[in-house]
């Protein structure tokens, strides 16, 4: 029995040593150069550009929360930007910001934007 546990044991850890090294956590490749916010008509987008400073053909997705001036969520906004080339910079423009309500906040209603990244190897 303690050698079935053993062979287990040994098995589970080559899985999880060969496995780190194909699944590569690409988000720290990804810089954004800049973001700012947009007014157009019905709505406010971010619109900025992002880096690939790794060694991989990426796709990338950003995300924004809106806040107000009282510290309240008012909306969400995304991008995607597909095969970006490694060691190479592109422009994106997100959605326009919206509510659960389907409502578009402006941009003189949102105070300040928080924004999370993720990028996998395309």
């Known amino acids: 029995m303690n050698a079935l546990i053993r062979l287990f044991l040994v098995l589970a850890m080559t899985s999880v040593a060969f496995g780190c090294g194909r699944w590569h956590d690409h988000d720290d490749d990804v810089v954004v150069e800049s973001q700012s916010l947009v007014s157009v008509s019905g709505g406010c987008v971010v619109r900025g550009t992002v880096r690939n400073e790794g060694g991989h053909t990426l796709r990338v ?7 107000n001036r009282r510290d309240r969520e008012i909306g969400l906004a995304d991008a995607e930007i597909r095969d970006l080339p490694r060691d190479s910079s592109r422009a994106f423009e ?7 309500d389907g409502d578009r906040p402006s941009c003189s209603e949102i105070d300040r934007i928080r924004r999370n990244e993720s990028a996998f190897r395309d």
């Open 61 to 67: 997705f950003l995300s924004w929360r809106a806040f």
């Open 94 to 100: 997100s959605t326009r910001f919206r509510d659960f």
